[in-house]
């Protein structure tokens, strides 16, 4: 179930980045990021939604699956839910966050995927393992 929720997840960031620019508010986001926000605090500061809410209610709106839209509607926000649901919520938010919008993966993203790998007592090892694998590529 994970694995095909990371790709299409920011399909939102695209949305709402072509919402700002047609309205002419592009600066919006990175006045946000300038001040310290998060990349989706600044999303919700600039249209008044992120982008798994976008990227899931377009999934909804061309009826995927239930559990994919649940899974992305909560990969920020993994505490929204409960189960095998938020400790995959909170994989992705991992992925998510070691993973920056723009391709790069920074010590910085790592330790913050990290914080959320211990916060939800996910497997670090696993992590580190795969994500040594994708740094030596």
């Known amino acids: 179930m994970l694995a095909p929720t990371v790709f299409p997840v920011d399909l939102g960031r695209v949305v709402i980045a072509r919402s700002l620019l047609d ?3 592009a600066s919006a986001i990175q006045n946000a990021l300038a001040e310290g926000k ?26 995927f699956e239930p559990d994919l839209i649940h899974l992305i509607r ?12 938020q400790e995959m919520a909170a994989q992705l938010k991992a992925v998510r966050e070691t993973v920056l919008p ?11 995927a990290k914080e959320t790998i211990e916060e939800f007592n996910l497997d670090l090892e696993g992590y580190e393992s795969a994500l040594e694998k994708i740094l030596q590529s």
Not at 39 to 60: H, M
Not at 76 to 83: A, L, N, R, S, V
């Open 23 to 25: 309205d002419n508010r």
């Open 38 to 63: 998060d990349i989706s605090s600044a999303e919700k500061e600039a249209c008044g939604a992120q982008a798994t809410d976008v990227t899931a209610t377009l999934f909804n709106h061309w009826h």
């Open 74 to 85: 909560y990969s920020d926000d993994p505490e929204g839910t409960y189960g095998e649901d």
């Open 102 to 112: 723009n391709g790069e993966i920074t010590d910085d993203s790592i330790a913050m």
